[in-house]
């Protein structure tokens, strides 16, 4: 079955920038999408469509896509970024959705 | 605005069926795909499958296929999942989402719990 393939944790500073990525064989043909986990709550979608932002998402928040590979930049980190973060694509036949495993992002 | 309310916390014994719901507002609930994501305590989201509310035209994550079944009451704008044959790996948070180019509505989930 198809996989993405995220880094289990990432660490930055408050105010530097974190960048998460997702692998995927089908990425270059599927579009990826992000949301952010709080403990507790239901996912949050942060970019849609690789690199489109929904209303209401901090600037901060951008998605980009390079070949197998799609990323999620948080530039200026904040203490309330701390979450944990997945990406979501298809299969290349667009039939079925996938999630990758997730990232945890802490704010040291 | 847009809401989804899922029905509440289920406990089911092994071998059981569960059927959770998600009654939409505040859209046309035949414009727009639902899915259904689960989340095990301490897990990653897993896609459990989707539906389309207009044709009813449905999709299920291969793991899923012969236990899940995807519903949908137009006249009540409300999905329905259904999963049968139920084991304990299947205690989980289950989430409907609205999927407008990704999933831009989530409810709040259904915690259902497998146990003897």
């Known amino acids: 079955s198809y996989e993405l393939t995220q880094p289990p944790s990432v660490s930055v500073s408050p105010g530097q920038t974190a960048r998460i990525t997702c692998s995927g064989d089908a990425l270059p043909k599927q579009y990826a999408y992000w949301y952010q986990q709080k403990p507790g709550q239901a996912p949050v979608m942060v970019t849609y469509?690789?690199?489109e932002r929904p209303s209401g998402i901090p600037e901060r928040f951008s998605g980009s896509s390079s070949g197998t590979t799609v990323t999620l930049t948080i530039s200026r980190v904040q203490a309330e970024d701390e979450a944990d973060y997945y990406c979501q694509s298809a299969d290349s036949s667009g039939s079925y959705r996938v999630f990758g495993g997730g990232t945890k992002l802490t704010v040291l | 605005q847009v809401q989804l309310v899922q029905s509440g916390a289920e406990v089911k014994k092994p071998g059981a069926s569960v059927k959770v719901s998600c009654k939409a507002s505040?859209?046309?609930?035949?414009?727009?795909?639902i899915n259904w994501v689960r989340q095990a305590s301490g897990q990653g989201l897993e896609w459990v499958g989707w539906m389309n509310p207009n044709s009813g035209n449905t999709g299920y994550a291969q793991k899923f296929q012969g236990r899940v079944t995807i519903t949908k009451n137009t006249s009540i704008s409300t999905a329905y999942m259904e999963l049968s044959s139920l084991r304990s790996e299947d205690t989980a948070v289950y989430y409907c989402a609205r999927d407008n180019w990704g999933l831009d509505f989530w409810g709040r989930g259904t915690r259902v719990a497998v146990s003897s």
């Open positions: 505040g859209y046309t609930f035949t414009s727009y795909d």
């Open positions: 469509k690789d690199s």
